[in-house]
């Protein structure tokens, strides 16, 4: 059970979380912001479920729910109404909830699907609904709760990859991608992951030049490389990695784009802190892989924000608009991709700090480590 303290903590934070919502819906002068987003309701109600909304007005909030929710939803969110409906839309129940209140124009989540915006639209009459993409702008900067929840789901991770490689080369060569990628998932959920992140990616030999190949039935074979992007989603929040693991013996291109890559993570790592602009990193670390010939190679963005969901933003390519800020949760993740042959990507979790940065995740990446026997 939480104890009294930590719920009057937890109420303190998704308070301060739904003030901040109300400020950026009053710049589009909006009496009331419409969460439509899972994990948007989730970030400022604590509610777990799905297939609800959030209303936000000055000094209140109300989530609309349904049967499925009506124990679990006021137990998950302090300090939020609870609306169970009964037979009607999200959008019937969100006029209702609103009658009598002097609201006349509504910021709306601009994910919000066309059908509902529509109903929303008939079901408010002559109140005024207004496109707001910003609404949440504040989730790219985690608290001290978040960096907990994130770096809890990094050990996670952690653990079950460094379970899945104890065995070396014999636990690993002839099984199939998808026989790998299911283990590694069992484990996570076994470390205490609710699930994995996102569908485990497992490439072995050349499989691993497709950046986020699908694993199949293909045996890994001794002699190659093997790539594992993976990650754990515990209470709401995300961690993702990637290594590249060598069966036996390192194959001789292999092991050259393996260093380069690892040079151009460690560079572009170094690359992050506070006010630094967000295509920035990218440069640095794409500068060493085109100079070491292999710039055609590196065919995605260096990185993403990594929260409650598992890309949001900031985004670290080479187009990304805006700076770092304290707070903010990235990946950094440089590949070298050569068809016929395999591919190279190395990825850490890495938090901006007031003076620089901080790597949350601690799995070497020298590649003598990455050699199993």
């Known amino acids: ?155 996670i991770a952690e653990k079950a990859f460094r379970q899945l490689i104890a065995g070396g080369v014999k636990e690993l060569a002839g099984k199939t991608e998808r026989q790998i990628a299911a283990k590694l998932e069992y484990l996570m959920r076994a470390a205490g992951a609710d699930g994995a992140a996102f569908p485990t990616i497992v490439a072995g030999g050349p499989n691993a030049s497709r950046c986020h190949h699908t694993p199949g039935d293909r045996k890994t074979r001794r002699g190659e490389g093997l790539l594992l992007d993976f990650g754990a989603l515990a209470a709401g929040y995300h961690s993702d990695l990637t290594r590249v693991v060598f069966l036996g013996t390192i194959p001789r291109t292999l092991g050259r784009a393996y260093e380069v890559v690892r040079r151009a993570q460690q560079a572009g790592i170094r690359a992050v802190g506070p006010g630094v602009l967000c295509n920035r990193p990218d440069g640095v670390a794409r500068g060493i892989i085109a100079q070491a010939g292999f710039g055609p190679a590196f065919v995605h963005g260096l990185g993403h924000g990594l929260g409650r969901e598992v890309h949001e933003a900031p985004g670290l390519g080479s187009k990304a608009a805006g700076r770092l800020r304290a707070g903010m949760v990235v990946t950094v993740e440089p590949g070298v991709y050569l068809p016929g042959v395999g591919g190279i990507r190395i990825e850490d979790d890495v938090v901006v700090t007031a003076s620089g940065r901080r790597r949350l995740s601690a799995l070497p990446t020298e590649i003598n480590a990455m050699l199993l026997r």
Do not use: N
Request: aromatic share 4%; glycine share 10%; with cysteine.
């Open 1 to 155: 059970m939480t104890s009294p303290r930590a719920t009057t903590a937890q109420r303190a934070r998704l308070a301060a979380r739904r003030r901040a919502v109300v400020r950026l819906a009053a710049r589009e002068r909006a009496h009331l912001a419409v969460i439509t987003r899972r994990q948007d309701v989730s970030y400022l109600s604590g509610f777990t479920g799905e297939d609800s909304w959030l209303l936000v007005g000055r000094g209140w909030a109300r989530l609309i729910t349904d049967g499925r929710f009506g124990e679990q939803a006021p137990q998950e969110c302090p300090g939020v109404e609870i609306d169970v409906r009964q037979g009607v839309s999200l959008a019937a129940a969100t006029a209702a909830a609103i009658k009598g209140r002097k609201i006349r124009r509504l910021a709306v989540q601009t994910a919000m699907p066309l059908g509902d915006h529509d109903q929303l639209a008939r079901a408010m009459g002559a109140r005024t609904i207004v496109p707001a993409a910003g609404l949440l702008a504040g989730r790219m900067v985690k608290d001290a709760g978040e960096l907990k929840a994130i770096v809890h789901a990094v050990r």
